[in-house]
């Protein structure tokens, strides 16, 4: 006969083997033999030492499948259903920090004109930890490792929020390889790396004349073979790119042709 009808005991997951607690009944009879066993539970994850009462894990729990386990625990020399024949055992199961945080997308190459101003947000990452619990499951955002990334880009811890923090114009780099770590505030601390590509393009600084072409590739104009000397053929239109480019003095020349004006 079982005296107490339930008993508690909290098991860390993933930990085979593990004590989880002793029963005890005592027998009335003048023959005094028990044996234990599970009558009710998950017998894949528990097993009882059918002479101690002494209860163990079979193989480590999973606190984020099942964050509480119930036994029932008899005896074969009592089989009956009276009262104090079973006792109940609460398997509480204690969270560990066991999952990394993982990238929720690959984020795609990401293309910036190098007058992007500061502060400009470039890119927001998310992370998300499975872990049942806090602080294993609090996750947090870190620019890691190689090249002139920091000096450029800054991520907020919290938020994953990638943002410009320099001037791109300082360099002459025009690809950036940001490796953001992913990290949670568990013990011990999980991560997950991340790349970003990030391509500058550089806004070219043209030179006046750069600005300036003809408003066709090419012309096809037919002149009668009597035309005389001095007939106008076509008046080309120039075109001025340049925004500011107010009525600057032109001049244009032939720079190939029929050889000799035959
Ligand atoms: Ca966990
Ligand atoms: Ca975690």
């Known amino acids: 006969i079982f005296t107490r009808e339930e008993y508690e005991a909290t098991v860390p ?45 079979t193989r480590g729990l999973d606190y984020e499948k099942d964050s509480e386990h119930i036994l029932v625990i008899g005896t074969l020399e009592n089989m009956s259903d009276t009262k104090g024949s079973t006792t109940k055992v609460i398997v509480k199961v204690e969270d560990r920090n066991d999952i990394p945080p993982v990238f929720t ?32 499951n609090k996750v947090r955002y870190e620019i890691i490792g190689r090249g002139k990334a920091t000096k450029y880009f800054q991520i907020d811890p919290d ?21 953001v770590r992913a990290y949670d505030l568990g013990e011990p601390q999980l991560s997950s790396v991340i790349t970003l590509d990030i391509y500058i393009q550089h806004v070219a600084t043209v030179a006046p004349e750069v600005g300036l072409r003809f408003a066709d590739n090419s012309y096809s104009i037919q002149v009668a073979e009597n035309a005389t000397v001095g ?26 042709g029929n050889a000799e004006g035959k």
């Open 105 to 136: 997308k690959i984020p795609p190459p990401i293309m910036l004109e190098d007058d992007t101003p500061i502060g400009t947000s470039v890119y927001d990452l998310e992370a998300t930890d499975s872990d049942g619990t806090a602080p294993g």
């Open 231 to 256: 007939t106008l053929i076509k008046t080309l239109t120039i075109v001025n790119s340049r925004a500011h480019g107010g009525n600057i003095p032109l001049r244009c020349q032939i720079t190939s």
């Open 159 to 179: 938020t994953g929020k990638l943002k410009v923090t320099n001037d791109l114009k300082k360099e002459v780099d025009t690809e950036y390889q940001i490796d």
């Open 13 to 57: 997951e993933n930990v085979p083997d593990y004590f989880v607690t002793d029963v005890m009944a005592i027998d009335p009879d003048t023959i005094k033999k028990i044996t234990y066993v599970i009558h009710q539970g998950p017998t894949d994850l528990f097993r009882i030492d059918e002479n101690s009462g002494a209860i163990y894990t």
